[in-house]
């Protein structure tokens, strides 16, 4: 709020106040007695309908933020030690993984999938892969979007390459109740991502990438328990061969030779992790 109360905003499938401001469902503890609402009709507390459109956006210039980094816009650039991708799935997707290596992480970004939220056109709740989660923003073909991805890596020497990883705020217990509080204590997952650039912090190998372990998350003053956290880090290997079906099917639906060699040699890798680890737990 302090970033847009400098002006130089836009905002779009907001409502519109009698005196030209924007309002949206929950900016203050009452409604205005009216407004137009996102569609331009009118609105009243009574209406049926929200005011604003669950994804209504806003736009602003990112210099007005008070807590932008100094280097924001350095033109020699500025290092980068990690990047983060996240999906949006109720199962199967751990709080946060690690990748193996720089393909792996492609191979995992290039897999990424969420079930479809307001954002979306269609059915709210659908499994839909998502790769890097620019899917509605992809101007060329995804294929050749994953090779630009993997030809980063072939240029640079392997230890200064950013570590990638995968989060997913999201997992729900089997009530429907999110295992993980979200929103400001995702700070703490980072803060372990950020201590595995040192290996100053544990992880547990598992079939899709490095997991934290419990005690590797710092849970100071959190209300989480042990069982909780512990089902939002699991990687249970039935799910995961399904979740390779489901990527085998994602990858056919590319066509033709675009999708690169790399991402298919990943898969394959997965699956064999996945058939070690199932043999493993039956011996």
């Known amino acids: 709020m302090d970033t847009i109360e400098l002006g130089n905003s836009i905002f779009t499938n907001t409502a519109l106040t009698d005196d030209g401001d924007v309002w949206w469902e929950g900016m203050t503890k009452t409604p205005p007695e009216h407004l137009i609402d996102w569609r331009g009709q009118q609105w009243t507390p009574e209406s049926t309908e929200p005011a604003a459109h669950p994804n209504s956006r806003y736009c602003t210039p990112i210099a007005q933020c008070p807590t932008v980094a100094p280097e924001w816009d350095d033109p020699t650039g500025v290092p980068i030690s990690a990047i983060f ?5 109720a199962s199967t997707v751990p709080l946060i993984t690690e990748a193996l290596s720089w393909r792996h992480g492609v191979f995992l970004a290039s897999t990424l999938s969420s079930e479809t939220t307001a954002a979306a056109a269609g059915e709210v709740g659908v499994l839909r892969r998502d790769p890097m989660a620019m899917r509605p923003f992809l101007g060329y073909h995804v ?6 991805w993997l030809n980063i890596g072939t240029r640079s020497d392997p230890d ?3 570590k990638i990883f995968y989060v997913n705020w999201f997992r729900r217990d089997s009530g429907g109740k999110f295992l993980w509080p979200g929103f400001g204590e995702n700070a703490r997952v980072l803060k372990w991502a950020l201590d595995r650039l040192d290996a100053a912090t544990d992880a547990v190998a598992t079939p899709i990438g490095f997991v934290p372990t419990c005690d590797a998350l710092d849970r100071t003053g959190l209300d989480l328990s042990d069982q909780d956290l512990h089902a939002a880090l699991a990687v249970n290997i039935d799910e995961w061969v399904t979740e390779a079906e489901s990527i085998d099917y994602w990858y056919a639906s590319i066509g033709g030779n ?3 060699d790399e991402l298919r040699v990943e898969l394959g890798a997965l699956r064999m992790r996945l058939a070690e680890a199932r043999q493993t737990s039956q011996l």
């Open 85 to 89: 991708f996240g999906g949006r799935r």
């Open 143 to 148: 294929g050749d979007y994953f090779q630009h």
């Open 160 to 162: 200064l390459l950013p």
């Open 258 to 260: 675009r999708l690169p």
